[in-house]
């Protein structure tokens, strides 16, 4: 395997014909300084959310994110019903330079706790519907001191 230095050169000079355009962060961010009233997000109740608004509040948490030490190579749980939270969430965890984990609420909680485990996340974000299989995901994780008082 080549150094460090030969590696950064070789995926910088180079990408696969499909990550060649502008990856999620960027065209997200492009299409909220064109169209920031535009709707990015629609529920089913036909409710939605403009570009700014989405980007305004993914911006919003991605802050408490990063000060709860999301950033490079820190993965983030995103536990969801399908809704529109779950593209904020995502956009969010891109903003604090970290990586997002999809997970299921269907599948069974084993297996979401060895998602979570094998990915080493730093958080978990989740709605109200959600919070007691949220809470049994996380028991048996080892949380940090300073993260077990602010939980």
């Avoid at 080549?2 to 696969?16: N, T, V, Y």
């Avoid at 009233?37 to 948490?61: H, I, N």
């Avoid at 536990?79 to 903003?95: E, G, T």
């Avoid at 998602?115 to 996380?138: F, G, K, R, W």
């Amino acid at each position: 395997m080549g150094s460090d230095d030969s590696i950064a050169k070789f995926c910088g000079e180079w990408r696969p014909k499909y990550l060649q355009g502008p990856l999620i962060p960027a065209g997200f961010a492009a299409c909220v300084v064109t169209h920031p009233t535009a709707p990015c997000l629609v529920s089913e109740d036909g409710s939605s959310l403009s570009f700014g608004e989405v980007d305004a509040a993914a911006a919003a948490l991605a802050r408490r994110l990063v000060a709860r030490g999301v950033g490079k190579d820190k993965a983030v749980g995103i536990l969801f019903d399908r809704q529109p939270a779950v593209v904020v969430s995502m956009i969010a965890v891109h903003k604090a330079g970290g990586c997002y984990v999809p997970l299921d609420p269907g599948f069974p909680a084993d297996r979401l706790s060895i998602y979570l485990e094998d990915s080493e996340a730093l958080a978990l974000l989740t709605e109200p519907a959600q919070a007691q299989l949220a809470m049994s995901l996380v028991a048996g994780l080892p949380l940090s001191p300073e993260v077990r008082g602010s939980v």
